[in-house]
């Protein structure tokens, strides 16, 4: 054994990565034109829409599944100000597709 250590008093938070699931699946295709400029989605390349929120010095990554990852967060009010900003256009993507998939049953 090396006796490598590290000094507790030394560690440095640089940046917060945090992740959930919201309580739907997501149409990435939908969220990307919901997102406009700020977003990214290219399926051949990742397979997630990423968007980044300047405003909070933050990127959030929106998966199919409902999962969304938050990372660059400073502290927990950015990390929650990004989960509020894609929830909400989330949901309103969500209520959007609903709302069409009634249409199209009737």
Known sequence: KL???FNPNEIRIRDIMA???VSHDINLGRAYAA???SAEYNPEWFV???VHLDSLGTTGIAYSNGKVVVSGAKDMDA???TLEHM?????RIAEEQ????E????
């Open 48 to 50: 997630g829409v990423i």
């Open 103 to 106: 249409v199209n049953r009737s």
């Open 98 to 101: 609903i709302a069409e998939d």
């Open 3 to 5: 006796g490598i250590t």
């Open 87 to 91: 929830c909400g256009v989330l949901d």
């Open 35 to 37: 997102f406009g400029s």
């Open 79 to 81: 990390v929650y100000g």
């Open 19 to 21: 992740s959930t699931i």
